[in-house]
């Protein structure tokens, strides 16, 4: 993994899978007030996720551009297509993800996303960093490989 520089938090949550063994529900760090859930109930998606043609962009197209736009401002992700990504390599990322997953705790740790026990940097397994003390926590726990093509 490349050295990204660490960043601060607020605090470092545990790992979901040592909590998930400890307690019988998940704590109120990870559960959205009662007050703010009727906004997120009610919504519906409409729409199906949007999907990007990255040939597309890569040719300057303009409604793709603003298919992306789009996209990132009303749902902060989307499908890529045409990236040029063979599918039996893609399966074969998603088979050797799954095996991590699978490893004892010990073993995944050892690919921490901790600097120095109280720094989280981007790479690794972990949690997402922690930056406001109101902050709503996700109940998983992540893996997160920058990789770039060999030169």
Not at 100 to 112: G, I, T
Request: net charge negative; charged share 25%.
């Amino acid at each position: 993994m490349a050295d990204a520089e660490p960043w601060k938090t607020v605090k470092i949550p545990p790992i979901v899978q040592e909590l998930v063994t400890s307690m019988q529900e998940p704590s109120s760090l990870y559960v959205i007030p009662e007050q703010n859930r009727a906004a997120l109930a009610g919504s519906e998606m409409l729409d199906p996720i949007p999907i990007i043609d990255l040939r597309r962009l890569s040719d300057n197209n303009t409604d793709e551009v603003c298919k992306l736009r789009s996209a990132l401002e009303n749902w902060g992700l989307f499908l890529a297509v045409g990236h040029g990504v063979e599918p039996g390599f893609l399966g074969e990322v998603m088979k050797v993800t799954r095996e991590f997953f699978k490893l004892p705790l010990e073993e995944k740790q050892k690919y921490s996303n901790l600097v120095n026990g109280n720094e989280v940097r981007i790479e690794g397994y972990g949690n997402d960093m922690v930056v406001s003390e109101k902050q709503i926590l996700d109940w998983c726990d992540r893996l997160y490989i920058i990789v770039e093509p060999e030169s």
